[in-house]
């Protein structure tokens, strides 16, 4: 039986422009790219194609040259456009124009108990060179995970509890089977229990409810109650020398497509969310899409901020980026480039902030729905001890003096106090939060950088 | 207001670098926060919305739970001054009593101090930090009213380079700012920061008749000597020009002489409802400060010796700065302890100190003061042993 886990500390932000449950009949974009900066732990990307290849969805496109087993393919069949590289001939992503119909390289199908009494290694190794692998994410590091490696036990979180996520019961209908299957392959691969999350208030797909061979446990309370390492935390918390891997819904179907279908399968459903989009709804498309034609006409107005994936992890990709590997959603605000008159301390209920000090009255208001801007709100300044940070991290965790000890490189002091227990997701509460407006969240990966290439 | 966004936004790019002026950029920065919250947005990548609270907002808070403390300072200084020469006067009059003293005890404060900030940030090219707004108008608070100006100079001097400055600026000092000042007062000039300074009387001016200067505090120590009951002795002065002055109502309200801003324990408490509502204060630590002092009192009481040990511990909470200091010293972020659990104990120990340093040390009446202080000092051992016990918990768990 699972477990439940009551979480009181934390902070849901309550953003206007939330995703309708209907999916629009827009045509699918034109290109899609993949961003090996969407990894972390990938050594060097070597680059298998050439501008004017066409690919299959399941083509590899490059392969680390570290371990030259983890592939990373094409979400989506077409020609290769674009190998764009940055300073230092760095890969920065490559762009596929896809095919009106997307074709799959073939690989090897699986009936439900075929998949029953597959080994280890053939499942692995199918993961492998399909490039579904890089769905399994590895803690400690956030790294994709090392197939040399057997976890003691994966983790699937099945609900987004970030602002304006996207609704797992409607994204994911009718992916029982898929699911079902995934979680049974990995399932070969965990060396423990496979751990499905579900949050006790919202409404539970069946997807999830019916889960089987798998450890159901519930969670209550606001964010971060949905991210992977809040949950590990508390059901089978990583100590050093420990691995246990995390993957997402999407992942774990995308894993039984491969199987049952014996077909690489990168579609998805994704939320275009926030305050400046002005028919917020869902979309059928697949991993890395471009978010231009989701946009057009789609804007209230021109001034906005377009985010692949939330406001709180996500990132800036402008109104013609294309999504990430991992994001569910697209959040577009408005941008904050704005001065404000005496903005310091005047009295207002519009600004959204955890804090009740002088002049923020957002607090009675915090079942309305708010419009936050890209604004900073403020200067960087030292660190002040508020207390604020212990408020946002439901955890046994010091935030504050786990910063320091990153900020002043303390390996010993980084191990005893917990990093390898968090990555960027964990504390990106902390970075909102922030009196002194540090960047946390890059912190916080500094830190992860320093201990993994230690 | 576009008039002067136009002009901040002409005048900027020779503050900038490879400007005119380029060295005073963080002077310029100061004053241009001040009049306009910046427009800076948030990176790329990381936290895409910030919240509203920056620490201006929050310095600016604790200033505003300061305020009743403040005002009623004002008005003391004029009534204990109008009490102590045997006038009649009305309200207004107080307050411009008050107002005349301390006003320019404020300006010279803000005026060294934010002086001394702006020349550190140019010379070491930091942002000035919001954090002396606060300390600007704690150091007025701890002052008696009578004190020369020039020493309000030298001691905020004193406090913001050695007790700030010298340890790397704002967020690094070891020890509260204002306190420090206070203590650099006492040491310095011991004979002008006792006795008769805690009411406001002009060379010339002629006291009534049977006027004392004489704290609670004093009062609680010399009836030590006497062997008399300090409650009795505190009701019975001030006799014939002001009775009932050391009542317990007064010493809890704060109509008595003393510091400017320290005597009302009621304003205080409505400082620290400030402070708790806004979260600007760790109520964890004031709470705990109170807490201490009153079981240090009742432990005094049981093992009492003498009168001061046997005064009522309830006393202890309303006489001397105890409360100002539990409120609005032992409370900065930057010197207290920073772990919740560190807090409690940070806070208790300093109210035990206290009323150990009051009862005990013949030399020092108010005990506020040094417990702060050298609490301060201890705050990283505490916070040390509560890091510790995380960790000890994280290893733990690895072998079960």
Same mark, same amino acid.
Request: proline content about 5%.
């Given at each position: 039986?699972?477990?439940?886990?009551?979480?009181?500390?934390?902070?849901?932000?309550?953003?206007?422009?939330?995703?309708?449950?209907?999916?629009?009949?827009?045509?699918?974009?034109?290109?899609?790219?993949?961003?090996?900066?969407?990894?972390?732990?990938?050594?060097?990307?070597?680059?298998?194609?050439?501008?004017?290849?066409?690919?299959?969805?399941?083509?590899?496109?490059?392969?680390?040259?570290?371990?030259?087993?983890?592939?990373?393919?094409?979400?989506?069949?077409?020609?290769?456009?674009?190998?764009?590289?940055?300073?230092?001939?760095?890969?920065?992503?490559?762009?596929?124009?896809?095919?009106?119909?997307?074709?799959?390289?073939?690989?090897?199908?699986?009936?439900?108990?075929?998949?029953?009494?597959?080994?280890?290694?053939?499942?692995?190794?199918?993961?492998?060179?399909?490039?579904?692998?890089?769905?399994?994410?590895?803690?400690?590091?956030?790294?994709?995970?090392?197939?040399?490696?057997?976890?003691?036990?994966?983790?699937?979180?099945?609900?987004?509890?970030?602002?304006?996520?996207?609704?797992?019961?409607?994204?994911?209908?009718?992916?029982?089977?898929?699911?079902?299957?995934?979680?049974?392959?990995?399932?070969?691969?965990?060396?423990?229990?496979?751990?499905?999350?579900?949050?006790?208030?919202?409404?539970?797909?069946?997807?999830?409810?019916?889960?089987?061979?798998?450890?159901?446990?519930?969670?209550?309370?606001?964010?971060?109650?949905?991210?992977?390492?809040?949950?590990?935390?508390?059901?089978?918390?990583?100590?050093?020398?420990?691995?246990?891997?995390?993957?997402?819904?999407?992942?774990?179907?995308?894993?039984?497509?491969?199987?049952?279908?014996?077909?690489?399968?990168?579609?998805?459903?994704?939320?275009?969310?926030?305050?400046?989009?002005?028919?917020?709804?869902?979309?059928?498309?697949?991993?890395?899409?471009?978010?231009?034609?989701?946009?057009?006409?789609?804007?209230?107005?021109?001034?906005?901020?377009?985010?692949?994936?939330?406001?709180?992890?996500?990132?800036?990709?402008?109104?013609?980026?294309?999504?990430?590997?991992?994001?569910?959603?697209?959040?577009?605000?408005?941008?904050?480039?704005?001065?404000?008159?005496?903005?310091?301390?005047?009295?207002?209920?519009?600004?959204?902030?955890?804090?009740?000090?002088?002049?923020?009255?957002?607090?009675?208001?915090?079942?309305?729905?708010?419009?936050?801007?890209?604004?900073?709100?403020?200067?960087?300044?030292?660190?002040?001890?508020?207390?604020?940070?212990?408020?946002?991290?439901?955890?046994?965790?010091?935030?504050?003096?786990?910063?320091?000890?990153?900020?002043?490189?303390?390996?010993?002091?980084?191990?005893?106090?917990?990093?390898?227990?968090?990555?960027?997701?964990?504390?990106?509460?902390?970075?909102?939060?922030?009196?002194?407006?540090?960047?946390?969240?890059?912190?916080?990966?500094?830190?992860?950088?320093?201990?993994?290439?230690? | 207001?576009?008039?002067?966004?136009?002009?901040?936004?002409?005048?900027?790019?020779?503050?900038?670098?490879?400007?005119?002026?380029?060295?005073?950029?963080?002077?310029?920065?100061?004053?241009?926060?001040?009049?306009?919250?910046?427009?800076?947005?948030?990176?790329?990548?990381?936290?895409?919305?910030?919240?509203?609270?920056?620490?201006?907002?929050?310095?600016?808070?604790?200033?505003?739970?300061?305020?009743?403390?403040?005002?009623?300072?004002?008005?003391?200084?004029?009534?204990?001054?109008?009490?102590?020469?045997?006038?009649?006067?009305?309200?207004?009059?107080?307050?411009?009593?008050?107002?005349?003293?301390?006003?320019?005890?404020?300006?010279?404060?803000?005026?060294?101090?934010? #002086?001394?900030?702006?020349?550190? &940030? $140019? /010379?070491?090219?930091?942002?000035?930090?919001?954090?002396?707004?606060? *300390? =600007?108008?704690?150091?007025?608070?701890?002052?008696?009213?009578?004190?020369?100006?020039?020493?309000?100079?030298?001691?905020?001097?004193?406090?913001?380079?050695?007790?700030?400055?010298?340890?790397?600026?704002?967020?690094?000092?070891?020890?509260?700012?204002?306190?420090?000042?206070?203590?650099?007062?006492?040491?310095?000039?011991?004979?002008?920061?006792?006795?008769?300074?805690?009411?406001?009387?002009?060379?010339?001016?002629?006291?009534?008749?049977?006027?004392?200067?004489?704290?609670?505090?004093?009062?609680?120590?010399?009836?030590?000597?006497?062997?008399?009951?300090?409650?009795?002795?505190?009701?019975?002065?001030?006799?014939?020009?002001?009775?009932?002055?050391?009542?317990?109502?007064?010493?809890?309200?704060?109509?008595?002489? #003393?510091?400017?801003?320290?005597? &009302? $324990? /009621?304003?205080?408490?409505?400082?620290?409802?400030?402070?708790?509502? *806004? =979260?600007?204060?760790?109520?964890?630590?004031?709470?705990?400060?109170?807490?201490?002092?009153?079981?240090?009192?009742?432990?005094?009481?049981?093992?009492?010796?003498?009168?001061?040990?046997?005064?009522?511990?309830?006393?202890?909470?309303?006489?001397?700065?105890?409360?100002?200091?539990?409120?609005?010293?032992?409370?900065?972020?930057?010197?207290?302890?920073?772990?919740?659990?560190?807090?409690?104990?940070?806070?208790?120990?300093?109210?035990?100190?206290?009323?150990?340093?009051?009862?005990?040390?013949?030399?020092?009446?108010?005990?506020?003061?040094?417990?702060?202080?050298?609490?301060?000092?201890?705050?990283?051992?505490?916070?040390?042993?509560?890091?510790?016990?995380?960790?000890?918990?994280?290893?733990?768990?690895?072998?079960?």
């Amino acid at each position: 039986m699972g477990k439940f886990i009551r979480l009181k500390k934390g902070f849901d932000i309550n953003l206007a422009g939330k995703a309708a449950l209907k999916l629009s009949n827009t045509e699918q974009p034109e290109t899609f790219v993949i961003k090996p900066d969407d990894f972390h732990g990938i050594y060097m990307p070597k680059v298998l194609v050439k501008e004017g290849d066409s690919v299959k969805a399941g083509s590899p496109l490059f392969h680390d040259k570290k371990n030259e087993k983890i592939v990373f393919t094409a979400p989506v069949s077409g020609e290769v456009v674009e190998v764009k590289r940055g300073e230092k001939r760095k890969l920065l992503e490559i762009k596929i124009l896809a095919d009106k119909t997307i074709e799959s390289l073939p690989f090897t199908k699986y009936s439900v108990s075929e998949l029953a009494n597959l080994n280890r290694e053939k499942i692995q190794e199918q993961l492998l060179t399909s490039g579904v692998w890089i769905n399994l994410i590895q803690r400690p590091y956030g790294i994709v995970a090392n197939p040399e490696e057997t976890p003691k036990s994966i983790f699937v979180s099945a609900f987004d509890s970030h602002p304006l996520a996207p609704d797992y019961s409607f994204i994911y209908k009718g992916q029982e089977n898929y699911f079902q299957a995934g979680i049974d392959a990995l399932k070969k691969l965990s060396g423990g229990p496979v751990h499905v999350n579900v949050h006790s208030e919202r409404e539970i797909s069946p997807v999830f409810a019916q889960v089987k061979n798998a450890e159901l446990n519930k969670f209550s309370g606001p964010h971060p109650s949905g991210c992977a390492g809040v949950q590990i935390h508390h059901i089978d918390p990583i100590n050093k020398g420990d691995v246990v891997w995390t993957i997402n819904p999407a992942g774990v179907i995308q894993i039984g497509k491969l199987f049952l279908n014996g077909a690489v399968d990168a579609s998805k459903i994704v939320a275009v969310a926030g305050s400046e989009v002005s028919d917020p709804q869902y979309y059928k498309t697949y991993t890395g899409a471009s978010v231009k034609k989701f946009l057009a006409n789609n804007l209230k107005n021109d001034h906005v901020r377009v985010i692949s994936g939330n406001v709180l992890t996500g990132t800036s990709i402008g109104k013609e980026g294309h999504m990430g590997f991992f994001d569910q959603m697209i959040t577009v605000i408005p941008e904050g480039d704005h001065h404000e008159f005496l903005g310091w301390i005047t009295p207002t209920t519009q600004k959204v902030s955890f804090q009740r000090s002088w002049g923020l009255f957002s607090f009675l208001t915090r079942s309305k729905e708010a419009v936050i801007d890209s604004n900073m709100h403020g200067e960087p300044r030292a660190f002040v001890q508020s207390g604020v940070f212990e408020q946002v991290v439901p955890m046994d965790i010091l935030p504050t003096h786990l910063l320091k000890a990153i900020i002043a490189e303390d390996y010993d002091d980084m191990e005893a106090l917990g990093i390898y227990e968090v990555i960027e997701e964990d504390l990106a509460l902390c970075e909102f939060v922030d009196v002194s407006k540090h960047n946390v969240q890059s912190i916080v990966r500094e830190g992860i950088d320093l201990l993994a290439n230690a | 207001m576009k008039f002067l966004r136009n002009t901040l936004d002409k005048a900027k790019h020779n503050f900038e670098k490879g400007g005119k002026f380029e060295k005073y950029y963080y002077a310029f920065e100061a004053l241009e926060t001040f009049a306009f919250s910046p427009n800076t947005t948030t990176s790329a990548k990381g936290v895409q919305i910030r919240d509203a609270i920056d620490l201006k907002r929050l310095m600016m808070t604790v200033i505003i739970a300061m305020t009743p403390c403040l005002i009623f300072g004002i008005f003391n200084v004029g009534h204990q001054h109008f009490l102590a020469i045997g006038q009649e006067a009305g309200m207004m009059d107080k307050f411009w009593i008050g107002v005349i003293q301390v006003l320019p005890i404020i300006i010279v404060s803000y005026g060294v101090g934010l #002086g001394i900030e702006f020349v550190f &940030s $140019t /010379l070491r090219r930091h942002p000035v930090n919001e954090g002396y707004l606060v *300390t =600007g108008m704690l150091i007025p608070l701890v002052m008696p009213p009578d004190i020369p100006l020039w020493q309000v100079a030298v001691a905020t001097a004193f406090a913001v380079i050695i007790g700030k400055e010298a340890f790397g600026g704002t967020g690094m000092n070891v020890m509260n700012v204002a306190l420090t000042a206070r203590a650099f007062l006492y040491f310095a000039y011991p004979t002008q920061i006792s006795g008769e300074v805690w009411t406001y009387l002009p060379e010339g001016v002629q006291t009534v008749a049977g006027y004392s200067g004489a704290t609670p505090l004093a009062i609680a120590a010399q009836s030590v000597t006497d062997g008399t009951n300090v409650v009795s002795q505190l009701n019975s002065f001030g006799t014939g020009w002001a009775d009932g002055l050391y009542s317990f109502t007064n010493l809890f309200t704060g109509i008595m002489p #003393g510091s400017i801003g320290e005597t &009302s $324990t /009621l304003m205080c408490l409505i400082g620290a409802f400030i402070l708790w509502a *806004t =979260g600007a204060g760790s109520w964890k630590i004031m709470v705990s400060v109170f807490a201490g002092a009153w079981a240090m009192g009742l432990l005094l009481n049981g093992l009492a010796v003498n009168p001061y040990m046997e005064m009522p511990a309830h006393y202890h909470l309303v006489i001397g700065g105890l409360a100002f200091g539990a409120v609005f010293m032992a409370t900065d972020p930057v010197t207290a302890a920073q772990t919740e659990t560190g807090k409690w104990v940070y806070g208790f120990m300093i109210g035990l100190f206290t009323v150990l340093i009051r009862v005990f040390n013949p030399a020092y009446p108010e005990g506020i003061m040094l417990a702060i202080l050298l609490m301060n000092v201890f705050a990283p051992l505490i916070d040390y042993f509560v890091v510790s016990a995380n960790k000890t918990r994280r290893l733990k768990r690895a072998t079960v």
